[in-house]
């Protein structure tokens, strides 16, 4: 556990094992937990030096003060900020969902510094098209996020909800990304490892401010997509409904990936089968020249 301070941020990371290094972050709401809770990081851990860092506005990681730097060029670089400051001139690069959104758009100019990049659940676009969005005018699909916005700040506060409470709302309104939790038999131990992300933020007001920052851009970049000259692994389950088109373009436009799709799960791969995602994440590894120090 450490920080390192660059610019106005002060960035909480971890950094266990031995070996080739990788660099990985995580989706909104969550943190390094994503990876810890799920077993990822002592499994990965095991072969390589395992780097997980929580972005700016989420976990541990503090902001003091504008700029917030809550958009994906920012976050891009602080991606170098983290491997210049740990010595590191190449490494591989894992992402979750939003955090997957911002290792994209550094791939794209940067890729020469990767040694490989993994995606999990994300897409090039920095807002993705939600359920019931796709005929929708840029207009309305702004109106809509300006609705939910006034919604969510009508309703209770989440931090101030007991732990019951909040995986009742949850429950009642799981949304696109972990609705194919509710129901199943170990649906309590998912909900206590997501509600673990939840209970590990410093600041609560910096997640909302993040939340309604960044998600700006619907363009994948497919431009950008072409130039990405390292090794890349799209993985994502089958009923990731946000994802599924986004994961499609990269797998398109990326010039040499590998493109996975899980059955049975959703959004959350690694909370919802960490064994089948590890073994994914490593199988892929494997396959990667190795370069790294």
Known sequence: MAYFQHDNMRMYYEDVGRGEPIIANHGLSENTCYW??????AKLAERYRFIPYDMRGHGQTIIEGEPYGYDADTMAADIDALADHLGLDKFHLLAHATGGMVTARYAMTRSERLLSLLLTDTGSATQPVMPGMENMTQEEIEQARE?????AQQAPPIETLTPEERKTRWRENPGPFTFSIVGRPDEDKLWQIMDGFFRRHLSFQAL???RSSFYTDPDPRVEGLRNIKCPTLILLGEHDIVFIKPSEIMAQEIPDNRHIVLPGIGHMTAVEDPDRTIKELLDFLDSVPQKGK
């Open 147 to 151: 609705a939910a916005r006034q919604a």
């Open 208 to 210: 909302a401010e993040f």
């Open 36 to 41: 810890n809770d799920t077993g990822v990081t």
